[in-house]
């Protein structure tokens, strides 16, 4: 991830725009993630982030002490508001930033900002846009359910998880993950997985025929 954000500093010399700064902040938000303990609550459940990547389950930096892990991940997590609040500079309407920007709130165990943000700015715009945010407003309910948890309203989020899992994975996941339940199976391991619509024997014809397909990930 930190290879990634030098990148993204050189892309955003020469091109700025709200997706450009919002994947610098999630990218910033992996980062500080591998400063967490791998039985730190904040890592207990898996965030609804809104970018597709996958980030290692190992801590950074086995023998750094814990202050210092601290306020590294802190540091980082504030830099990534930062390039949160840049993407909503550039478009004030673009609901993934506000998503994004509830979530680093969230691993800073600052529950007051991040239930705001999650639901007054992202659930709200991700409802005037479900054509193209739809997916914002379902991820930042799922959030507001685990702040409940942390904050002790573990029956609440628990319920509000159950009420979000036939529509959402991550919800689902979550659920799971509180009401101590095996984890879901994976078909594989090795990225995303990919949904097919409709029969394989008619998607193997398309192919053969030249005639694309519709791919939906899950």
Request: net charge neutral; charged share 30%.
């Amino acid at each position: 991830f930190s290879d990634a954000r030098i990148i993204y500093r050189y892309i955003l010399q020469e091109y700025q725009s709200s997706e450009i700064y919002n994947n610098m902040g999630v990218l910033t938000m992996f980062e500080a993630m591998e400063y967490f303990d791998q039985n730190a609550p904040e890592k207990k459940y898996q965030l609804p982030i809104q970018l597709e990547l996958s980030f290692s389950k190992s801590s950074r930096g086995p023998g750094m002490a814990e202050d210092d892990k601290i306020k590294i991940r802190n540091a980082l997590l504030q830099e990534a508001i930062g390039y949160f609040d840049s993407a909503i500079g550039l478009d004030p309407t673009y609901p993934p930033a506000y998503q994004n920007k509830a979530c680093a709130y969230y691993l800073l165990n600052d529950f007051t900002r991040a239930t705001f943000y999650a639901e007054t700015e992202a659930k709200v715009r991700g409802e005037a846009d479900t054509i193209n945010y739809g997916k914002t407003a379902t991820d930042a309910e799922v959030l507001l359910g685990l702040i409940k948890i942390r904050t002790g309203k573990i029956g609440p989020g628990t319920k509000q998880l159950g009420k979000l899992r036939k529509i959402s994975t991550i919800a689902r996941t979550n659920f799971r993950i509180a009401k101590n339940m095996p984890p879901l199976e994976k078909a594989s391991e090795d990225g995303p997985e990919w949904e097919i619509d409709g029969e394989e024997d008619a998607y193997l014809k398309a192919r053969k025929s030249g005639r694309s397909k519709d791919l939906k990930m899950f």
